[in-house]
């Protein structure tokens, strides 16, 4: 216990520095662990999903689902329902134009209450064989579905002057 005092006492503000830095990696160390395990036990979605307790939808996605099943144009469905977004995923017949596709998934939406219209975003992936997908998109802020089709043309039409 000589040896120790002594050696305080020679080394005293060493000693201090380095209680105060042994200290401060404490501190450190127990803040960085804290903040991850705070971060593996909230939500993936933070705090934007605290009222989707309010907007219960999963009875309306199996009518819509049962909807969509029951039409003889419409081969495969899938939903899943992910935070705020309702995903529909549709396999229909290569024959089914654009227009009777919107028209399918318009008359889908009315499976939904107002109230959940304007909670939820509903997405459309309509598949064809043979063809790109169609994509639908109907955001909770609007009425309507806005649909991208990305299509290719089969003909070969060249832009090179060179040719």
Known sequence: MKKLKDFYLNNRIYCILMLISTLCLI?????????????????VYGNRLDD????????EVADLKK??????????????IRGKIIYVNLEVNKDLSNEEIQSI????????????KLYYDVQYIVKREGLNPYLGSKSASQTIIAWANFSYNDDDTSTDEGE
């Not at 501190?27 to 939500?43: A, W």
């Not at 998934?105 to 959940?116: A, R, V, W, Y």
């Open 27 to 43: 501190v450190i160390l127990s803040s960085i662990v804290i903040y991850f395990i705070t971060q593996t036990k909230s939500s």
């Open 52 to 59: 989707i307790g309010e907007h219960p939808v999963e009875t």
């Open 67 to 80: 909807h969509l099943e029951d039409n003889s144009k419409v081969l495969y469905v899938n939903t899943d």
């Open 105 to 116: 998934c318009g008359e889908s939406l009315t499976k939904l209450t107002d109230s959940q």
